[in-house]
Nanobody, 126 residues
Framework: QMQVVESGGGLVQAGGSLRLSCTAS????????MGWFRQAPGKEREGVSC????????YYADSVKGRFTISRDNAKNTLYLQMSSLKPEDTAMYYC???????????????????WGQGTQVTVSS
């Protein structure tokens, strides 16, 4: 059974850093494009960053560009999101998502992903 599980969220002061992890099971991880999304209370889910199957192509939302870094380790079936210079507006539930695509695709919208984790909460205090 396909499953993705996020971890690494928590409470951090503004300017601090966190690293989120997403571990996948029940699939061939290297055949999947992956994405990080977030949703704050009362707001729609938005894309944060995405990465192709090999890690050779990435995309970042303007709001996180230069502060967040997405990466993956296919040997460990794990996706990462290194977050630095965190701001209170980064506070949200962060979700990991997977979409079958072994052909170098990057997928930006939540509706383009099939498999989702339960999320990990990130709270940035001012």
């Amino acid at each position: 059974q396909m499953q993705v599980v996020e971890s690494g969220g928590g409470l951090v002061q503004a300017g601090g850093s966190l690293r989120l992890s997403c571990t996948a099971s029940g699939l061939t991880f290297g055949d999947y494009a992956m994405g990080w999304f977030r949703q704050a209370p009362g707001k729609e889910r938005e894309g944060v960053s995405c990465i192709n199957w090999s890690g050779g192509s990435t995309y970042y939302a303007d709001s996180v560009k230069g502060r967040f870094t997405i990466s993956r380790d296919n040997a460990k079936n794990t996706l990462y999101l290194q977050m630095s210079s965190l701001k209170p507006e980064d506070t949200a539930m962060y979700y990991c998502a997977a979409r079958f695509d072994p052909y170098d695709g990057l997928w930006y919208a939540p509706g383009e992903y099939v498999y989702w984790g339960q999320g990990t909460q990130v709270t940035v205090s001012s």
